[in-house]
């Protein structure tokens, strides 16, 4: 039987049962890395999911190099992680509910937001407009894609006016932080849903540890920017633990109902 | 290939140029290739290092411009603000929980019409910089930022931005404040007030402290300003894992005026001084007064619906991408 350790409290977890308790660990309800494809099929009603947006593909249009190009690096990461992009969108059904639906992958290049995770946030948020379902992103990312420059960065703007549309629609918009969202993400569309829900755990922050820790040269708490410290701040509404979120959700989405 | 041309060689890309020079030598080594001329290969090389070191030309010219971006004796945004606008009442406090000094924000007039006037002041000697602690904000500042643009929304004034930040403070207590969600609202009321609001680079733009005042109608950048998602150095640390990478980065990133312009990032350069604003400050001051009575101008007559929806446009339509 396969094994692997649990990041947090070190103890060995059967493959098996680490999948079938949601990456979570046994022992600690430690929160390990899932990644957007099995994010999908524990959150939406088996053959629901509709993909949108397939064929945006992001492009090396500043020609970035630091030690190896963006156009490699997209090749060798589209390679590794079978994605096409550090976001899925589509919609699809939780218990019955229609939802636009978006989930992103930290595995994807760090979950970086560059023009295309922009674009399928916008489309997304389009869709949901179009249909009148609510919208429901799990965040994950490291930031904004440096290998984009400023392009990058515009992508904030760009994704927090297309959210700021549906609100004006009076659509409601919930979003899951789970580990880590910081960053041009952070400080974007993933802060200014109706709703943020968070997983434990779950580093969210703007400014990630290093560089807090770096500035400020002390020792940081060891809470820093967990999910636990952030509800006690009043930045999240609720921790919802993965194998409750589906639950929680289908709740909130009826609430919204009437 | 002659030891004289590797020590041209741009330290950044020394490993790589060795890599495959020894690649090459080894291969001539090989028996099987004795007789054939590798000359295509060392042309190949020596085209190679050509190019770099003009990646390294180039990466040493848009390090000046980082340079005077940062320089102290540029016009700051207290500058500006004295000598542009008439009666200015400078406004303090988020009222929630603080005061901010890194950003300044007010009331003044131009032209005989009031404006709102938000930005980043820096300071310009040490005891300056703390007390406006670099022009670094915290959640106060954005909020007290968001407080004004929302008065300037109510009366109908324009907001004028001026921009100079190193990037959102990075502190624990910031955190804990919440910075992301500070940033993020900002950037949210931006597409909402129905007033037009001219957003002017006069120095460093970095990253979401940035962006947090520039979501403009119109986005202006100084010619020797830089605007760009992760300073230079920080995006060294992180891909070149390395400092020695700091110039490069700054070449990569694309951050000058003239690249945004190019990328349709911002919407005019406004040009200074020869040699820098630092060298005439005073002009400086008028060229952009002259710029903001123009861009004003420019908004006047358009309703407040056009202005926000154009906004948003604007900004949604930003982003290079392929579609098969």
Known sequence: MEKIKCKNCTKDIENEIFILNLWVCPYCNYHHYINARDRLQITVDSNSFIELGKNINSDDFLNFYDVK?????????????SLDEAVIIGEAKIEGNNVALGVMDFGFMGGSMGSVVGEKIKILSNYCIEKNIPLVIFCASGGARMQEGVISLMQMAKTVSSVNRVKESKIPYITIITNPTSGGVSASFATVADIIIAEPDALFCFAGPRVVKQTIKKNLPPDFGTSERNLKNG???????????KYTLTNLLKLFKE | MDLKKLEEIPKSYLKEILGSLSKLEKLKKIPFFTGIHFKDAERDLARKIESYKKVERDAKRVWKIVELSRNENRPQCLDYINGIFEDFVKLSGDRLTGEDR???AGLGKINGKTVAVIGHNKGKDIKQRLEYNFGMSIPQGYRKSQRIMRLADRFGFPIVTLIDTPGACPALEAEDDGQASAIAKSILLMFEVKVPIIAILIGEGGS???????????????????YSVIS???????LWKNPSGTKLAARELRLTSRDMLRLKIIDRVIHEPIGGAQNAPGRMVKIVKKYIIDALERFASIPGEELKSRRAKKFESMGFFSTE
């Open chain 2, 102 to 104: 890194s950003i300044v």
């Open chain 1, 235 to 245: 930045q999240v509404d609720m921790i919802v633990n993965r194998n409750e979120l």
């Open chain 2, 208 to 226: 979401g402290g940035a962006l947090a005042l520039a979501v403009g109608n119109e986005v202006a950048m100084l010619e020797n300003s830089t």
């Open chain 2, 232 to 238: 230079p150095e920080g995006c060294a640390a992180i």
């Open chain 1, 69 to 81: 190009s963006y156009s490699v690096r997209l090749k060798e990461t589209k390679l590794k992680t």
